[in-house]
């Protein structure tokens, strides 16, 4: 069995707790309209060329084995002097990952840390991500599943007993904003949180933060309402937006919506209703 994995992080801080490796899965079923990672959002493996980078040099145009139709050899991504181009999403087995995982083992052992499945949305590769969760289980290794929730609660069930940690996003109360941003409804979201719970998983609540669409007083109350009225995460993170992967959106084809990142006074008021 393999999964389209398109990037493993070592020595990460931000995706729970400790010193991690962090495995991004390729593909999600959400369209967040101020996603950084928007290379993560198709399932199929892409091009991706940084425009600004690029010499001019043709070199990747002489080396290209069939100019007409680029068929992701990534030829031209070992040549480019200047790293312009890149295939972003690849093929793995389950051992491959394994094996980039296993290697910071002693830093996860003297950190706390782990590993953590993200993405895009790791759980639309369940029966992977299932195999992934018990290899490193069997192994002694703490791990983390970073997860939006738009995905039918059998799956979440599979993975409990392997997943020591949900990291789970709430983007929006308001399912009209939900739907408008986001892409979709988010009461199945709810629901598999509330069903979460109920099953005593461990859960930090991850919020981003974006000006003018979820960062009202009454919508962070909303959402603290409504966990606190179902379970006890033991975390809640906001998480402010930033433009870092605006660049991203140019280099595979996309129009990016700009935001702007909520200022230091409103993330404080905002963290002090929770
Ligand atoms: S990935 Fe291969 S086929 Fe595609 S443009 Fe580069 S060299 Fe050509
Ligand atoms: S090899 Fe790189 S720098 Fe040269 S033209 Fe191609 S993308 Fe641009």
Known sequence: MTATIFDIVRNSFVDGPGIRTTVFFKGCNLKCVWCHNPESQDFKPQMMFYQDKCKGCVKCKEICPTPDRCTLCRKCTLYCPVDARKVCGKEYTADEVFAEIIK???????????????????????????????????????????????????????????????????????????????????????????????????????????????????????????????????????????????????????????FIPPDNNKLKELKDIF
């Open 104 to 258: 910071d083992k002693a830093f996860y052992d003297n950190s706390n840390g782990g590993v953590t499945f993200s993405g895009g949305e790791c759980m639309l590769q369940i029966d992977f991500l299932l195999e992934i969760l018990k290899k490193c289980k069997e192994n002694g290794i703490h791990t983390a599943v970073d997860t939006a929730g738009y995905i039918p609660f059998e799956s979440l069930e599979k993975i409990l007993p392997y997943t020591d940690l949900f990291l789970y996003d709430i983007k929006c109360f308001d399912n009209e904003k939900h739907k408008k941003y986001v892409g979709v409804e988010n009461e199945l979201i709810l629901e598999n949180l509330k069903k979460l719970f109920h099953a005593n998983a461990k859960i930090w609540i991850r919020i981003p933060v974006i000006s003018g669409i979820n960062d009202s007083l009454q919508e962070m109350q909303c959402i603290k309402n409504f966990l606190f009225a179902y379970g006890k995460p033991e975390k809640i993170e906001l998480l402010p937006y930033h433009a870092m992967g605006e660049n991203k959106y140019a280099a595979i084809g996309r129009d990016v919506q700009r």
